[in-house]
């Protein structure tokens, strides 16, 4: 199975901030990436699809980028209800895998 | 409105087996991929299992392989997850999710873009 690394593991910011997460394939995915957003005690959300598509009503402060191995998210301008975890998942073959996740908190 | 709604997570021991059912509304449900992904409670996200339009292609992840079963009924809009030798590995919530698959050239992506509120399993002697 493509195991998916991603760093950090958490981090702390203020609002306002540029934050970038960044997640690595064990091996080339080409462009089948995903990100996803998850609140305490809800389900995840979809926010971006083949690395770099916003998914329909998620804000443009969120982007995606990469391809092959490394690929980033990237939130512009981090705002309150921006703190979550996020995942990133492979979706280039199976079993889809997820990284572990990246913990945004409040600084 | 698109509504996900998954049922059927107990407490179970060891061995055991229980069904879970995921029934799905607003849509049209055999137009589309539906994914099962569990996340131990505090933990992250691992996807599990998902089904085709017709029911004729399933997908697992190693760690269910022969032990869990992933099928569909289209005239009542739902998915279910038959899991059976149940272990204490598979304690988690289990989450049912739309999958918008996003067709581009030769291309698919996955979009899990409704998901139910998820429904707790957890095996413990």
């Known amino acids: 199975a493509i195991q998916m690394t991603q760093s950090p593991s958490s981090l702390s910011a203020s609002v306002g901030d540029r934050v970038t997460i960044t997640c690595r394939a064990s091996?080339?995915?080409?462009?089948?990436l995903a990100w996803y957003q998850q609140k305490p005690g809800t389900a995840p959300k979809h926010l971006i699809f083949?690395?770099?598509i916003l998914q329909s009503g998620v804000p443009l402060r969120f982007s995606g980028s990469g391809s092959g191995t490394d690929f980033t998210l990237t939130i512009s301008s981090l705002q309150p209800e921006d703190f979550a975890t996020y995942y990133c998942?492979?979706?280039?073959?199976?079993?889809?895998?997820f990284g572990q996740g990246t913990k945004v908190e409040i600084k | 409105e698109v509504q996900v709604v998954e049922s059927g997570g107990d407490l179970v021991q060891p061995g055991e087996s229980l069904r879970l059912s995921c029934e799905a509304s607003?849509?049209?449900?055999?137009?589309?991929?539906m994914t099962w992904v569990r996340q131990i409670p505090g933990k992250g996200l691992e996807w599990v299992a998902n089904?085709?339009?017709?029911?004729?292609?399933?997908n697992y992840v190693d760690s269910v392989k022969g032990r869990f079963t992933i099928s569909r009924d289209n005239v009542k809009n739902s998915v279910y997850l038959q899991m059976t030798s149940l272990r204490v590995e598979d304690t988690a919530v289990y989450f049912c999710?739309?999958?918008?698959?996003?067709?581009?050239?030769?291309?698919?992506?996955?979009?899990?873009?409704?998901w139910g509120q998820g429904t707790l399993v957890t095996v413990s002697s």
């Open positions: 091996q080339d995915i080409r462009n089948e």
């Open positions: 998942l492979q979706d280039y073959n199976y079993p889809r895998t």
């Open positions: 607003g849509f049209t449900f055999n137009s589309f991929w």
């Open positions: 083949a690395a770099s």
């Open positions: 999710a739309r999958d918008s698959t996003y067709r581009e050239n030769s291309r698919y992506y996955d979009r899990f873009d409704f």
């Open positions: 089904i085709n339009q017709d029911g004729s292609v399933q």
